[in-house]
């Protein structure tokens, strides 16, 4: 079958760094998405993986290993905005995202 | 660029009642659109998937007689729930995929650009 196993909730301090691993099996693969969803609102895109190692996008940068099944998003100089599900969600051989339940990522002052 | 809209944000209905939900690409061609229902606190759940121009296709257990979806253009498409429950109350949020170039600088064109949601409510 095909599933995605993410933290359910992480809590990190303002200013600080902070790494959501998520781990995902699929029926082929087409890519990772990270997307970004505040409490009561639509998904927002935040990056796009399909070959293996770091792409780095201001703040956040977002790591695939394709052989390991594995991505993480990695979140620097946090803010308190950055409070947020994030949703990691690889795509399969359709084309189709898989979504899981996402990482509750709190941030304290 | 890649923006979505989604009319209405919010509905409030009667049970029995039909309920018409708009997606919009506004500054991009979408020749597939998603539609989702998110419960709260969990995951997004795929309904259809509508390509301009042709029938859309309902994930396993979705009723196409109860959400009729309609993609008429490249930047449109729409749900309609039919004769609405309480149990159909929930976040529909749509997706569209951009084509081509557009949205090229964000992602790829197999990114999905997310509407704002609608809540509806059915009392």
């Known amino acids: 079958g095909q599933n995605i196993d993410q933290p359910t909730e992480m809590t990190a301090t303002e200013g600080a760094i902070v790494q959501i691993n998520c781990t995902y099996q699929t029926s082929g693969f087409n890519g990772l998405f990270w997307y970004q969803q505040h409490a009561g609102e639509a998904p927002t895109f935040l990056s796009y993986n399909v070959l293996d190692g770091l792409e780095e996008k201001g703040r956040f940068s977002s790591f695939l290993s394709r052989s390991k099944g594995y991505s993480y998003l990695l979140l620097k100089e946090l803010q308190m905005k950055d409070s947020a599900s994030y949703l990691c969600a690889p795509m399969d051989s359709n084309y189709q995202l898989i979504w899981g339940a996402g990482t509750k990522l709190i941030i304290k002052p | 660029g890649a923006v979505v809209s989604q009319h209405p944000s919010w509905v409030i209905c009667k049970s029995g009642t039909s309920v018409k939900i708009e997606c919009r690409s506004l500054d991009f061609q979408a020749t597939t659109m998603f539609w989702y229902r998110q419960f709260p606190k969990q995951s997004l759940m795929l309904m259809a998937t509508?390509?301009?121009?042709?029938?859309?296709?309902?994930e396993q257990g979705v009723e196409k007689d109860k959400f009729l979806i309609n993609h008429a253009s490249l930047t449109l498409s729409t749900l309609t729930v039919t004769s609405a429950h309480p149990e159909d109350s929930s976040f529909y949020i749509c997706s569209a995929r951009a084509t081509g170039t557009s949205g090229s600088s964000h992602g790829n064109q197999e990114t999905q650009y997310f509407g704002p949601g609608t809540r509806l409510l059915v009392l």
């Open positions: 509508s390509n301009e121009g042709s029938k859309a296709t309902y």
